[in-house]
């Protein structure tokens, strides 16, 4: 890319929903001629920090296809459609019901704090290592992973710094209260970082471009996206929102909006990699 503009990709969580969409719009982008994967940072949160930590490596689209989208996944769904339904209106009783973010955070704690396991933390670590694919997941300069500390109610921002393995950060930033349990990382757990914000784009703040890519889901949060951009964009940093297309909103209604069904990803990164490609020009803009 030219000039010395530095440029930030954040994305969102969602679980398989989310990463099979990012992965997929990313891919329609550079198929578009948007070399999306030359940015600086890329942020991640739960799904989005799984997503950022594989395409911010050097595997190639046609390998990252193979192991995340053609490659059928055989993990066990953690949680039932009827129950992914009941804690999204527990989540929803707790946005009416709070006073402040921090007491809506530390309500989301809680549940974290009860979150039973149903496979051992080295099964869940394998989960994640199998979900990587062929070689190993590792840190880099552009890589930043966002998880919630229950003890300060803080996000926590993970890097190539933090000396923390990529797989337990990755594990911390996904665990989705009410489906995974917390990770206990140098005495402290932390738990989903999407109980601040499902993107966290106000952790970088020294991009003079952003493309934020955010899967919109009916989920209420304490910090809205709409805000945290808008503060950034009075700080000079230029940012672009992308949004699921109809289509892929409507995979996801097909699949009763449960976002962890490993088997919605084929079709969700097929239609994020069209949206790609048909809005590459407009991004390309903003973001050149």
Do not use: C
Not at 98 to 120: G, R
Not at 131 to 158: H, P
Not at 217 to 240: F, H, I, M, N, R
């Amino acid at each position: 890319m030219t000039n010395n503009l530095k440029r930030a990709v954040v994305l969102g969580g969602g679980g398989h929903f989310g990463i099979a969409w990012e992965l997929g719009y990313l891919r329609g982008l550079e198929e578009a001629g948007l070399p999306i994967r030359e940015a600086d940072i890329f942020v991640g949160t739960s799904a989005g920090s799984q997503a950022s930590v594989i395409v911010s490596s050097d595997k190639d689209w046609d390998l990252i296809w193979k192991e995340q989208i053609e490659k059928e996944i055989s993990e066990i769904t953690p949680i039932s459609d009827e129950k992914m339904g009941e804690l999204f209106k527990t989540f929803e009783n707790i946005a009416k019901n709070s006073h402040s973010a921090k007491e809506w955070i530390a309500a989301e704690a809680e549940i974290s704090k009860k979150t039973q396991p149903f496979i051992s933390k080295e099964e869940r670590l394998a989960m994640l290592k199998e979900r990587y694919g062929s070689g190993q997941a590792r840190w880099n300069s552009k890589l930043r992973i966002v998880a919630t500390s229950i003890e300060d109610i803080e996000r926590q921002v993970f890097d190539e710094n933090s000396n923390v393995d990529i797989l337990v950060a990755l594990q911390a930033s996904g665990a989705l209260q009410g489906v995974w349990p917390s990770v206990e990382i140098n005495g402290k757990h932390f738990f989903d970082g999407g109980s601040f914000s499902m993107e966290n784009p106000d952790v970088v703040v020294d991009a003079d471009k952003m493309l934020v890519l955010s899967t919109g889901l009916p989920v209420d949060v304490p910090y809205k996206l709409e805000d945290l951009l808008a503060q950034l964009e009075k700080k000079g940093t230029e940012t672009s929102l992308v949004l699921p297309s109809e289509k892929t909103m409507n995979i996801l209604k097909d699949f009763n909006y449960n976002m962890v069904e490993a088997k919605i990803r084929p079709f969700v990164a097929q239609a994020g990699r069209e949206q790609g490609q048909a809005e590459a020009a407009l991004i390309k803009e903003r973001w050149l």
